[in-house]
């Protein structure tokens, strides 16, 4: 049970918990796939060099060779990206491989450099040719060469490494000194392949023109300390969930007690939200000591303001109504905007110093665009009873689950100047119903989940504070945040979306 909240209380705090989408008498549009990229060096890379005995590579060398030499050698690159950080929900739309020429053929004619999708796993051991190392080194265990895929215990099927029979791209390259670009349609379906199964993920070889002596051409490896490939890879995530409204409900004080939340816009467009300060239409909720008339402020994140509103109706009337999510009481706030990815506060205070239960809100009101809303970080007086603060928000735009993160911070908030911070908060988490679905008092409580929030960056600095993370479906959640043992004092609440 949480601690804080009266046998006699609990039930309009639930009331309310439950009903966050009916306030607003708003439904969800399904979203439109988000744009994420992802840019990573290789995980492996090395030369398959054509020799008598066939037993040199170079797995740690700052090099890496393609083409036919002077001497009628052949060379073949090969290199390979992790890509585990792609969901594998994801949809491929667009890949790019740079690699840096540092040393064409001697007649700086353009040769073209073919990529292949290769079919078999290779390895990278400690070999290392050195510079320029066009000759190779003696393979060491693990190592590829022309014929093994693993020196020396497992052979390629063919002599010079398995791939498939098609080109996945192609480019010509002849100056000295500067990268250049793979791309197009059949790299995008190797690594839509890869993705779906990271199982075969073997990466590229590439191959030049071998029938051509001195065509043979030198690029930078990953061990190289400047100008390493780069693999860059654009991909959606059509009919992921995402956060639509962010909300939290407590009382506001004055001066410092004002209820503040912030909240961050990530992704690569502009965002159009709709934020709102809600105070006598609570009464709907059985709440009582409402705030009679809020008055919201939006800031950016070096704190100046940006814009504010007492009355909703004094400006923007027509758009507000149009949003759908006009408040339903005239001295209630809202304002409309569109916003740059970043980080935002909206600061909810009472009209001439009136204090009492309010209400800061954010919508998004287009999910189509390339952005998330991806946390609110709401602060103010915890107290007990119905005072309690409750972070609501809302899951959808998609057929998914999402992953959430929730905190509630109290005594490390001493540490930015906060003289009554809750000394020990408590969380709970509860669904669209009020019915509680986990909860948490101190954060390091679970091992498990406590190892997660550190892998994610996202734990608290206090051993008092509390975490949870929960995969949710779509629709409206709460987090609750009260004192232990009935205590009040200035408290944090946040609530991440992960993915």
Known sequence: ?????????????????????????????????????????PAKDNTLYESTGAQLSNGQGIFMFVGLTGSGGSRRGLVAFDLSAIPANATITDVSLSLFLSRPRADATAETIDLFKVLKDWGEGSSNAGSPGGGGAPAQPGDATWLYNFFNTSFWTSAGGDTAASVSASTAVSTNNRPYTWSGSGMVADVQSWVADPASNFGWMLAGNEGNQQSAQRFHTGENTSNKPQLTVTYTLSGASQLLNISTRLRVEIGDDALIGGFIITGNASKRVIIRALGPSLAQFGLTDLLANP?????????????????????????????????????????????????????????????????????????AADSLLAN???????????????????????????????RAIGPSLSQLGVANPLPDPTLELRDGNGALLTSNDDWEDDPAQAAELISIGVQPQNDFESALIATLPSGPSTGIVAGKGGASGVALVEVYHLQ
């Open 376 to 406: 609110i970080s709401s602060r103010g007086l915890v107290k007990t009873g119905n005072n309690v603060m409750i972070g609501g928000f809302i899951i959808g735009g998609g057929t998914g689950s999402s992953r959430v993160a929730l």
């Open 295 to 367: 008055v919201l402020e939006l800031r950016a994140a070096n704190g100046s303001l940006l814009l504010s509103n007492n009355n909703w109706k004094d400006t923007q009337q027509a758009e507000i109504q149009n949003s759908g999510v006009a408040p339903t009481n005239d001295l209630e706030s809202a304002i409309i905007t569109t916003l740059s990815p970043g980080n935002y506060t909206a600061v909810v205070r009472g009209d001439q110093n009136m204090t009492g239960i309010g209400v800061v809100e954010v919508y998004d009101l287009d999910q």
């Open 1 to 41: 049970m949480m601690s804080g909240i009266a046998r006699g209380n609990r039930r309009s705090v639930l009331a309310f918990a439950g009903a966050m989408v009916g306030l607003a008498g708003w439904s969800a549009a399904p979203s439109a796939a988000v744009a994420e990229t992802l840019v990573v060096n």
